[in-house]
């Protein structure tokens, strides 16, 4: 009984429901992260602990593609033409897990308020897990992409971005050149055009690429002086999209060719360390509440000097899901979570839970990214700059009488 979990460390709320919350945790997640529609889904075989996987790259044609020489076609008999080349790139994927547990639950403490418990507890563990995911698919397109981009108010445009065709695990340009403006609309455009002509990126269906970043950030865009004269023509002239982008959440677009969706939690820095490598600030920290704890804003994520955005093309990763595995022969095991959904832990026994008062949620999240066209995605490293409220002193004003 020593090891064993104590009521003083059970959280005050019950259930043994037995049901897989998948649907719920899946459904949310589609609907509330900006990034998990952005890549293909897929399944990873079970064939090995690493997987190497061959991307084709586009054919090396052996003619101009200024001005392809054409001759007679009397002349052509017997003419075999030149040999065009192709080649692929290959990468190595790994699966990785993540996994979690709920509170120790107490049925004894949380029968009078059951219901209402139960169901406020397991929305919160839901809303966790969808963070986790969010947060695990925007590290991986920050730390594996192909191009990445940091804005400055002068230098050139190859100055400020770093990166190639198929490259992978890019770092930014350097610790010695770090951002000192805000993105400006004028910049997303020279990046959309790099990433259409340099890079040959292809776009969404509907031609557009998609930019995700702060409110901060899409509300700036939205200020910017040419932005605003098309968005009143817009409006003016009864557009749907203009409606849209002045009275919804974040622009349903695409304008220009961009499409924008809002971050809520975007990746923040102070700096680079000694190795290149982007410093990332947690976004919460840990409180006690009345009962347990709770998650607040991190203090040092609000006030951090820079932010990171992200421009994104089609098909720049895929999100593998393992085959499912049940074991060989007599080798049997229950079927495995691997999408995040929640399950109740409930197990009588002779020792720690003899009278079944105590059990947990738990959850595993397993997946690989496989890179297809890592330098679809290029992460964009910017200044944030305070603004001013736009406040004002009144000419006059009530006298509180």
């Known amino acids: 009984m020593g090891d064993c979990f104590t009521a003083d460390t059970a959280t005050s709320i019950g259930s043994r429901d037995s049901n897989r919350l998948i649907g719920k945790v899946s459904t949310a997640l589609a609907r509330t ?3 998990i529609n952005l890549l293909k889904g897929g399944t990873l075989p079970n064939v090995s602990s690493t997987v190497r996987v061959a991307v084709q790259e586009r ?4 003619a101009s593609l200024v001005a392809p020489a054409f001759v007679n076609d009397a002349s052509m008999c017997g003419v075999f033409g030149s040999q065009d080349q192709v080649g692929t790139t290959e990468y190595s994927i790994t699966l990785g897990t993540f996994r979690g547990r709920g509170p120790n639950v107490c049925v004894k403490d949380g ?12 929305d919160a563990m839901q809303k966790a897990i969808i963070q986790i995911n969010n947060a695990d698919i925007k590290s991986n397109l920050l730390l594996r992409s192909g191009v990445k981009f940091t804005m400055r108010q002068t230098g050139s445009f190859d100055s400020m971005i770093n990166g190639d065709v198929q490259s992978i695990d890019t770092k930014f340009v350097g610790p010695s050149t770090v951002p000192n403006s805000i993105l400006t609309f004028k910049a997303l455009q020279r990046l959309v055009q790099f990433a259409r002509e340099e890079l040959l990126v292809e776009p969404f269906e509907g031609n557009d690429f998609k930019l995700i970043g702060s409110y901060e950030l899409i509300e700036s865009l939205r200020a910017d002086a040419n932005v605003v004269q098309d968005l009143r023509a817009l409006t ?10 002045i009275t919804g959440y974040q622009w349903e677009g695409p304008y220009r060719g961009v499409s924008f969706g809002v971050d809520q939690q975007p990746f923040r820095s102070n700096g680079f360390n000694g190795s290149g490598d982007l410093v990332l600030i947690e976004p919460e920290t840990s409180t006690a509440a009345t009962t347990g704890v709770a998650a607040r804003k991190n203090s ?8 990171v955005a992200f421009l994104v093309g089609k098909d720049s990763f895929m999100r593998l899901l393992p085959e499912k595995y049940v074991g060989e022969g007599t080798f049997k095991f229950a079927p495995q979570l691997y999408a995040g959904e929640l399950q109740w832990h409930y197990v009588v026994d002779s020792d720690c839970n003899m009278f079944g008062d105590y059990g947990w949620h738990k959850y595993q999240i397993q997946r690989a990214f496989q890179p297809y066209r890592p330098h679809a995605v290029i992460p964009i490293l ?8 736009g406040g004002y002193s009144c000419s006059s004003s009530y006298t509180g009488a």
Do not use: H, N
């Not at 003016?236 to 982008?245: M, P, W």
């Open 59 to 62: 054919a090396v044609v052996a």
């Open 111 to 122: 029968r009078t308020a059951f219901m209402g418990s139960y169901i406020a507890a397991q």
């Open 300 to 307: 040092a994520w609000a006030q951090a000097k820079y932010e």
């Open 382 to 389: 910017y200044q944030r700059c305070f603004d001013t409220l």
């Open 236 to 245: 003016t002239g009864k557009y749907k999209l203009g409606e849209q982008s």
């Open 33 to 35: 992260s900006p990034f």
